[in-house]
């Protein structure tokens, strides 16, 4: 069992669908961030949040550390939102736990 | 915000040959670095924890020797692979903790990752 379950691993959506990504993991945490890879690799870092609600421009995080789940919210979608959305946990120690990942494709 | 940056964000080279990576916290002091490793369609694995000062800890599985790494001030570690070979071919991404100040939790920041193709 993977100490940190992302859902769904695939999601399409039409331009301007509200969307949602899950995050659920098994760990302590410090922290949990949200990060964005694009199709060239590049890695953003959207949010890290330990508790409570961020928002920044279209996208909410939300978590609830007690029960170990975390949302990423975009609102008003947009075909420059297709990405990976990984879900990362941490740190334990050292140790860092990473999702494997929800691929978002918007279609205009 | 605290930004962490790679340089090359991309690089080409040939078998045999010798690439470093550098991971870079603009604006703020890490003691600590690490360094992950993402095959495709995989999770981010760690690789090793490089601290500022000592030798990096390696995770179980990863060669010291072919990846090396040297963390020489608080604002640059670099990670080098030696001797390439086409299974190196891999996206490699830093991340750097925060060490200054008192935090509740150590904010730890991730690099945008630099692909390297080895043919």
């Known amino acids: 069992k993977n100490e940190v379950e992302q859902s769904p691993q695939n999601l399409t959506a039409q331009e301007g669908e509200f969307i949602t990504i899950n995050c659920s993991y098994s760990v302590g945490i410090s922290a949990l961030h949200w990060l964005q890879q694009h199709p060239g690799g590049g890695i953003v870092s959207l949010f890290m949040?330990?508790?409570g609600k961020k928002k920044h421009g279209r996208l909410i995080a939300t978590i609830n550390i007690q029960e170990k789940h975390s949302s990423l919210h975009i609102t008003a979608s947009h075909p420059r939102d297709s990405a990976v959305y990984i879900c990362?946990?941490?740190?334990?120690?050292?140790?860092?736990?990473f999702g494997t990942g929800t691929s978002l494709t918007v279609i205009p | 915000g605290a930004v962490v940056s790679q340089h090359p964000s991309r690089v080409i080279c040939k078998s045999g040959t010798s690439v470093k990576i550098e991971c870079r916290s603009l604006d703020f002091q890490a003691t600590t670095m690490f360094w992950y490793r993402q095959f495709p369609k995989q999770s981010l694995m760690l690789m090793a924890t490089s601290n500022e000062g000592s030798k990096a800890t390696y995770e179980q599985g990863v060669e010291k020797d072919k990846f090396l790494i040297n963390h020489a001030s608080l604002t640059l570690s670099t990670l080098t692979v030696t001797s390439a070979h086409p299974e190196d071919s891999s996206f490699y991404i830093c991340s750097a903790r925060d060490s200054g100040g008192v935090r509740l939790y150590n904010e730890q920041f991730f690099g945008p990752g630099t692909r390297l193709t080895v043919l």
């Open positions: 990362a946990v941490g740190p334990t120690g050292n140790q860092f736990y």
């Open positions: 949040l330990s508790s």
